[in-house]
Nanobody, 121 residues
Framework: QVQLQESGGGLVQPGGSLRLSCAAS????????MGWYRQAPGKQRELVAT???????NYADSVKGRFTISRDNAKNTLYLQMNSLKPDDTAVYYC???????????????WGQGTQVTVSS
């Protein structure tokens, strides 16, 4: 029952660009805050960027000015445009939808399987 599917990762040289895509099930697309996270080997998962239905966006300081999060509502797809890539950007990138569960009174996260981004010369 895959509900989020990332694609677009790969190997790129420092200074290069990649565009990640996340195809979401219609049932959860737009249901909550959508975003991108990443996890490098031996490190904790960290937030990269988020966007809400109102259009507001937030970025980690480390990617601000280089990455852009966007969505295509007609295609139920979330994007992450990554420019001026650095070796420190190397990680598995995950698509995320966070909704509020009123029964358990806690957020619930939907996750994709992840796509590998490697920045190296």
């Amino acid at each position: 029952q895959v509900q989020l599917q990332e694609s677009g990762g790969g190997l790129v040289q420092p200074g290069g660009s990649l565009r990640l895509s996340c195809a979401a099930s219609a049932s959860i697309f737009g249901a909550g805050r959508m975003g991108w996270y990443r996890q490098a080997p031996g490190k904790q998962r960290e937030l990269v960027a988020t966007t809400a239905s109102a259009g507001n966006t937030n970025y980690a300081d480390s990617v601000k000015g280089r990455f852009t999060i966007s969505r295509d509502n007609a295609k139920n797809t979330l994007y992450l445009q990554m420019n001026s890539l650095k070796p420190d950007d190397t990680a598995v990138y995950y698509c995320n939808v966070r909704v509020w569960d009123v029964v358990y009174r806690a957020p619930y996260d939907y996750w994709g399987q992840g796509t590998q981004v490697t920045v190296s010369s």
